[in-house]
């Protein structure tokens, strides 16, 4: 395996500019995402890594080495897109071997190297199966193991799961985090879906506009988004985020009034739902917009005389219906402050 860097990529098609100076750097073994919304160059970047597309400006290196103008072929790496590529007329056993067609392996190593990934992958089941007569899921699993064969530099995988139902998803996603702990695997992983990343990556990169808008562990990114763009990508249900200002050690946005020891001036405020609470009285004056009841908890909705909407996570047993009043308030010890003229965090709220 090897280590992955990106010095100051820029990719453009024509006028447009898909990734813009990014700078980046994937250790050894690591598994990072690569998170944002469609459109915002993370398929692109993946695609420069590969070697599909020839990077603008900027460099990629494999452990030091400069490999921005090799082909594909000799960067050893493998992928795995949304769509599993299966050939049709071949089952899935000649399918995997299919990925050593042109290496020199003795056949006895080509044997073990095919027989340990459909180990890990428990598909020998499905050896004999033409890839039409099977799910999306095992499609996957043998495009996985195609992948596996190759013994490669690093694994890039483009949005995998991404034409999945959502129970298929959540399976997959365990199968995949635990076969790439066991390789040891580089891994670059694309995804749109938030909750994939939080789950699956030891960091994440979010993306937005081709440019990188913050990287760091799950964690760092959820409890410190950088700006007001990853305060509200990431988190399910979103960050709520409200435009006010701050004037003598409170913010104040319409009828709702937070201490906080902060500078004056004007500030958008972030709280995550399950840090914004319902109180008897003396909060924001609210009512009831919508219940979202998720088993465990119920996500409740609700709107301000200003018909703004906030999110809250309360008790599955919480008791309410459409219309009823009811005043919230946030933590303040848990808020956070956004420069509303840079989008960037401005100071912690407490």
Known sequence: MAGIRLDHLKKSFGAFTAVQDLDLDVTD??????LGPSGCGKTTTLNCIAGLETPSAGRILFDGRDVTSDPPHSRNIAMVFQSALLYPHMTAAANIEASLRRSDLAP?????????????LEIGDLLDKLPSEMSGGQRQRVATAKAIVRQPT????????????????????????????RLGSTTVFVTHDQVEAMTMGDRIAVMNG?????????????????SLFVAGFV???????????????????GELRVPLAAAPGPVTLGVRPQHLHVRAEGGLPCAIFALER????TVLIVE???????????????EGRVGDPLDVAPDPARCLLFDDASGLIHAPAN
């Not at 301000?304 to 919480?318: C, G, I, K, P, Q």
């Open 108 to 120: 006895e190593e080509r044997r073990r190297r095919i027989d340990d990934a459909v180990s890990m």
């Open 154 to 181: 690093a694994f890039l995988l483009d949005e995998p799961l991404s034409a999945l139902d959502a129970a298929l998803r959540m399976t997959l996603r365990a199968e995949i985090v635990n076969l790439q702990k």
């Open 235 to 253: 988190g399910s249900p979103p960050m709520n985020l409200i435009r006010g200002e701050v004037a003598d050690g409170v913010f104040a946005a």
């Open 29 to 34: 073994g690591e598994f990072l995402v690569l």
């Open 304 to 318: 301000d005389r200003a018909r703004n909407r906030l999110r809250l996570l309360v008790e599955a047993e919480f």
């Open 294 to 297: 998720l088993g465990r908890e």
């Open 210 to 226: 081709g440019r990188l808008e913050q990287i760091g562990t799950p964690s760092e990114i959820y409890e410190r988004p950088r």
